[in-house]
């Protein structure tokens, strides 16, 4: 914290400790902050038609007869050797050209690796003590990586292939040695294992430029894990599962000898595949911006597949890269970097610029997803991210959480209000034992009721019933003269349980520099119950903020790291609520915990209902 953030602190506390008027007076709050209310302007960008998401642009592609005769056998079981060349020999196990993905890997963990550990969400795990059997109990996030092979990009990118070839080699011998055919267990997963093939196959010369008798059984594994993925492709865990099968499947088809008739077949899968993937404005439907990620790359990966051969790929894929762009950079705050929703962490903004670059999609973000569930506003400085939506539903979920209404703050390179996130990292230096905790609506920057859940969060990423609804006006207003976005959501996920509907608004300044939020709690029925009910909303606070509490535990005074100064408040008609600060984490981009604090408003409310009126206004 920097001096001047340091003294306007002292000074704010002093000031209320003497009974002084606070920065921002209850008055202000009772003013009306919205003048006038006009029709928005459309925000979103308009997709052309060849981006609209619409059913046929995921069929599979029209072909001949002859090609839909071979298409047909194959997946009845017919070889692909006899539908390519009936006549001859099947061709000697070898790969047809070299890839050349533009997709970097991450040099630190390549650099690690050649050190002898796996650095996995920044956990370092020594590779000599790794078991690669399918069954070894490893965590999720290591055992994606050690049967993903997804440390192969990283090994690339963080020195010349003949200096790090070696180590690639010596970890696919070991690989091989424990894995000899397909089985049962996390490395035979749909996912795992179509991540594993598309690994070698981009990868393979850091994996195959060595000794002639392991090129031999590395490629014998490939060509026996697309008959594995041929066989179980349709068994996959989840849709993005399914894709990763598919892109694997048609990468073999290009690659591999005699693949024409794989390749069809997976053409065809994939498409459909894909049209099930993602909502009608291109998030895919576990509401995961880590797995909006692993999309895109699966999908630049292959496409460079089809131009190491020469071949043109289906027009599907340029559609589908074109719709799953714009919803991920949604989720960008004012620093670069994602937002922390659904079990993901704050991945880092060169990260993010990396992928975008190798899509090569120019877009810009979706201020209005409502299909994906989240809500942009940009003012000034300042970005204001919403999750307007329910959770995924429980067959797309995989690290499903109760954020429904919670929103994420930033101005300039802080971030004010955040998510705790990290839940899908758990494994890492995540503990796995907060993974559920970190899921829950209490990590969250939202309203909770009686310490539960808005909806149920259940184990292995899965969620129960809660939240069903919810609706979403979007809107431009007229803030003394100035246009400013409000967005008003509610959700039922405490209906059934306690009779009461959340509903919040928020209002972002025209400036930036405010934002002014309403939770309301009104009955469901027409006569709301009776007694009172424990209520708390969270406002979780970005790593290195300094919090302090005024005299009348009402209002807060926020020192930043930049060096400025902001102020929340409630506002005059929140009954007896009062402001309390407590420790909080919040992880970061490299998946490490950060310890940090939050403003927690809580108190009693009437089952009828309760209005909490608050405002976050930057002051110096």
Aim: aromatic residues 4%.
């Amino acid at each position: 914290m920097t001096d001047s953030a340091r003294t306007l602190l002292r000074e704010d506390r002093r000031a209320l400790d003497n009974g002084d008027a606070p920065a921002l007076p209850l008055s202000d709050m009772d003013e009306p902050l919205v003048e006038k209310t006009v029709p928005e302007r459309p925000e979103t960008v308009p997709l052309e038609s060849a981006r609209t998401l619409v059913l046929a642009d995921f069929q599979p592609p029209r072909t001949g007869p002859v090609d839909g005769m071979v298409r047909w056998a194959y997946r009845l079981g017919v070889p692909g050797s006899v539908l390519a060349a009936p006549l001859r020999k099947p061709a000697a196990p070898r790969l047809l050209a070299t890839v050349v993905s533009p997709l970097q890997g991450d040099r630190a963990a390549g650099v690690a690796l050649r050190a002898g550990q796996f650095l996995v969400h920044g956990l370092k795990v020594p590779v000599g003590k790794v078991d690669f059997s399918s069954n070894a109990q490893l965590t999720p996030p290591v055992q994606r990586a050690v049967q993903g092979f997804t440390w192969l990009r990283d090994l690339g990118a963080c020195a010349p292939r003949e200096d790090c070839a070696a180590i690639g080699q010596d970890l696919l011998a070991r690989w091989l040695k424990a894995n000899p055919v397909p089985a049962k267990g996390p490395a035979w997963t749909v996912e795992h294992a179509g991540l594993r093939l598309m690994a070698w196959l981009v990868g393979a010369p850091l994996i195959l430029s060595g000794d002639a008798r392991l090129r031999s059984r590395a490629l014998e594994s490939m060509e026996a894990t697309a008959r594995f993925l041929d066989r179980e492709v349709a068994r996959a865990e989840d849709r993005l599962g399914q894709v990763a099968g598919w892109c694997a499947i048609v990468a073999a088809g290009l690659l591999l000898p005699d693949g024409r008739p794989r390749r069809l077949f997976g053409e065809a899968g994939l498409l459909r595949a894909l049209g099930e993937l993602v909502s009608e404005d291109g998030g895919v439907l576990s509401r995961s911006p880590l797995a909006q990620m692993e999309a895109i790359a699966l999908l630049v990966d292959l496409r460079a597949c089809y131009e190491a051969v020469d071949r043109d790929a289906p027009p599907a894929l340029e559609t589908m890269l074109g719709l799953l762009v714009p919803p991920l950079l949604t989720l960008r705050m004012s620093d670069r970097a994602l937002g922390s929703w659904q079990g993901a962490g704050a991945t880092s903004g060169q990260q993010v610029d990396a992928l975008i670059r190798a899509s090569g999609v120019r877009t810009r973000p979706i201020k209005d997803s409502r299909y994906w569930g989240y809500q942009r506003a940009d003012a000034g400085r300042a970005v204001l991210v919403f999750d307007a939506a329910p959770p995924p539903r429980a067959r797309h979920a995989r690290h499903g959480c109760a954020s429904t209404l919670a929103f994420e703050f930033s101005h300039g390179e802080q971030r004010i209000i955040v998510n705790c996130g990290g839940s899908e990292l758990a494994g890492g230096q995540v503990p796995v034992r907060i993974e559920q905790g970190l899921r829950g609506t209490a990590a969250h920057s939202t309203l909770v009721l009686d310490d539960a859940n808005s909806t149920a969060v259940l184990i292995k990423g899965q969620i129960g019933k809660g939240v069903e609804e919810v609706d979403i006006a979007r809107n431009v207003v007229k803030q003394k003269g100035r246009d400013a976005v409000r967005l008003e959501a509610s959700h039922n996920g405490y209906a059934a349980r306690y009779g009461l509907i959340h509903r919040r608004t928020l209002l972002l300044g025209a400036d930036g520099s405010g934002l002014s939020g309403e939770d309301v709690l009104e009955p469901s029925g027409r006569q709301g119950k009776r007694g009172k009910i424990a209520f708390a909303i969270r406002f979780h606070l970005g790593h290195g903020i300094d919090a302090g509490l005024s005299d009348d535990m009402r209002g807060a005074g926020l020192a930043l790291p930049d060096g400025s100064y902001w102020q929340f408040r409630l506002g005059g008609d929140s009954g007896e609520a009062q402001i309390a600060i407590e420790d909080s984490l919040w992880v970061d981009g490299q998946g490490r915990p950060r310890a940090t604090k939050q403003l927690v408003v809580e108190g009693l409310t009437s089952r009828s209902g309760g209005r909490f009126p608050w405002l976050l206004k930057r002051m110096g």
